[in-house]
């Protein structure tokens, strides 16, 4: 079974309002979880580290008051994405790292956000 | 520069038989992990196997191997006995600085893998 949980799987908004994805780690503490973004036919793109605890590092590009992500536990990050738009349309996938036992990655299951 | 090089945006290969997909990779990072995963189109990122800087032994997993030639930076992904199921997208991807906490993957643009019965 999966041991990071992405929820929603799927979600259609209206073009203005927000949407919060969350990334939850099952059966392991997370103090680090990454957020990617993935649009049609390309590659993964990290868009930030959410780190718990503290503020999020952001990759260059990438808008912090659009994309507002929280780490407010060790099994728990939330991306919320602000005043959508259309081309914010995309795969949004996470990742977090259990250290015990060696730093294995997992990955969410991904989300897929319409704005229309 | 790009970390992650795949050249093959595509690629066909006859159920049953072998294929190579390429990966060539730049750090200059002395620690580094190397992954490839695939995702089918229903967008999961499925691990399918892993190489360390350090390991002196080519990874395998079931009907994946891994070649990596370090002097040459490429960890090509070998898929023996071609099955439909195999295709998917790959993606090659590396973590740098193992030790130091830089801990994200930088993934490739992927190689598309169609499978031909």
């Known amino acids: 079974g999966a041991v990071v949980s992405q929820h929603p799987s799927w979600v259609i908004c209206k073009s203005g309002t927000s949407v919060k994805i969350e990334c939850r780690s099952l059966?392991?503490?997370?103090?680090?979880m990454f957020w990617y973004r993935q649009f049609p036919k390309q590659s993964l793109m990290l868009m930030a580290t959410?780190?718990?605890?503290?503020?999020?590092?952001?990759e260059q590009g990438v808008e912090k008051d659009k994309f507002l992500i929280n780490h407010a536990s060790l099994t728990l990050s939330t991306l919320t994405v602000t005043s959508a738009h259309p081309e914010d349309s995309s795969f949004y996938i996470c990742?977090?790292?259990?250290?015990?036992?060696?730093?294995?990655?997992?990955f969410g299951e991904g989300s897929w956000l319409t704005v229309v | 520069a790009q970390k992650i090089t795949q050249t093959q945006p595509g690629m066909f290969v006859q159920e049953k038989e072998a294929v190579t997909l390429d990966c060539t990779y730049d750090?200059?990072?002395?620690?580094?992990?190397l992954f490839w995963y695939k995702q089918p189109s229903s967008g999961e990122m499925i691990f399918l196997i892993y190489?360390?800087?350090?390991?002196?032994q080519n990874a395998t997993e079931g009907r994946y191997s891994l070649n990596f030639q370090k002097a040459r930076k490429s960890a090509n992904l070998v898929i023996s006995a071609s099955q439909l199921g195999d295709s998917a997208m790959y993606f090659c991807?590396?973590?740098?600085?193992?030790?130091?906490?830089?801990?994200?993957?930088?993934f490739g643009s992927g190689t598309r893998l169609q499978v031909q019965p």
């Open positions: 959410s780190n718990e605890g503290s503020k999020a590092t952001y």
């Open positions: 750090t200059s990072d002395q620690s580094y992990g």
């Open positions: 991807a590396m973590r740098e600085g193992w030790d130091t906490g830089r801990r994200a993957l930088t």
């Open positions: 990742s977090a790292i259990r250290t015990v036992g060696g730093n294995t990655i997992y």
């Open positions: 059966d392991f503490q997370a103090t680090t």
């Open positions: 190489q360390g800087s350090y390991d002196e």
